[in-house]
């Protein structure tokens, strides 16, 4: 289900009814499965455990699974004081639970500096958590309004997500490709872009005009779309194989932003001898990068 179909209001408040139930229930559910408080919560709240999970992990960015576990070791942790957690083995049982000081450490790996409630999980600040909600719904409208305004983006092409904190997105090995540049575009925090080539194919004859004012003949190029992921493949080659390259090429990256919209080409110049390239310079800021084995968008293009 696109949750999005569901309005802000009805994803907060059945996320505020699966928090509020959980403190009722774990109490008296510490010792119990997360398969038992699930079932639960079920009987509770009326809903199914996929629907209740579903809705839980899109609106708090966490998923209800490690949600429970953690505010069970919280409960269970406030129990006892710093040192008597500091006195267990990593393998004792406590509270019915083996390994208890390991798997709490696992959660709260700050516990082993500062036994503190802070570094627990407390119940989800409901401020957050509608604040949250309302950035969930913020972003997923600037996104289809950029897809309208920006058509000639998203035309024909299906949405790539990028996380936002990602620093770099490999699209190509000279064993394949992992990512279509053909099919696809792509989403990165507040803007979307696209990746295309074109071939420069000389034309048959000299231009006259332009040959008549150098004093020598001057032999112009046209455009043509070209497959971007076999232009990409290709170059790679060239870069790592020594691979010839026998054919001119652009690639470009076209991007659309709330603030404008921008496009660079990857290569600033092609040294060219006999008919054949002999050396390719990039931009000072390249979108791509090459190395032996992969190619990658390199995000940090974006900050500059």
Avoid at 135 to 154: D, Q
Wanted: proline fraction near 3%.
């Amino acid at each position: 289900m696109n949750l999005f179909r569901l309005s802000p209001d009805t994803l907060y408040n059945l996320t505020c009814d699966v928090i509020d139930t959980l403190e009722y229930l774990i109490p008296e559910s510490s010792f119990l499965s997360n398969n038992e408080v699930y079932a639960q919560l079920e009987e509770t709240l009326g809903y199914s455990l996929v629907h209740i999970r579903n809705v839980f992990d899109f609106s708090t960015g966490t998923t209800l699974a490690k949600y429970i576990t953690r505010r069970k070791y919280t409960y269970l942790l406030l129990k006892i004081s710093a040192e008597k957690f500091e006195q267990l083995t990593m393998h004792a049982t406590v509270f019915y639970i083996q390994k208890f000081k390991t798997k709490c450490l696992q959660e709260f790996p700050e516990l082993a500096t500062s036994y503190s409630l802070k570094h627990m999980q407390l119940p989800i600040d409901k401020l957050f958590l509608r604040e949250h909600i309302h950035m969930l719904f913020l972003e997923k409208s600037e996104t289809e309004l950029l897809k309208s305004f920006y058509f000639n983006i998203t035309e024909d092409r299906i949405a790539f997500e990028i996380k936002k904190n990602s620093k770099n997105l490999v699209v190509q090995s000279l064993g394949g490709k992992f990512i279509d540049l053909e099919r696809n575009y792509f989403v990165f925090r507040n803007k979307i872009f696209k990746i295309t080539a074109i071939r420069n194919v000389p034309q048959q004859t000299a231009d006259s005009f332009l040959s008549s004012l150098l004093g020598q003949p001057v032999i112009l190029s046209e455009n043509h779309p070209a497959d971007a992921n076999s232009i990409v493949y290709k170059l790679h080659q060239f870069l790592t194989d020594n691979v010839p390259l026998t054919e001119s090429f652009s690639v470009i990256l076209e991007w659309g932003a709330k603030n404008g919209w921008g496009s660079s080409n990857l290569i600033s110049s092609l040294t060219v001898e006999d008919g054949k390239i002999q050396e390719v310079d990039f931009v000072p800021k390249p979108f791509l990068v090459f190395d032996d084995k992969n190619v990658t968008i390199d995000l940090s293009f974006f900050d500059q």
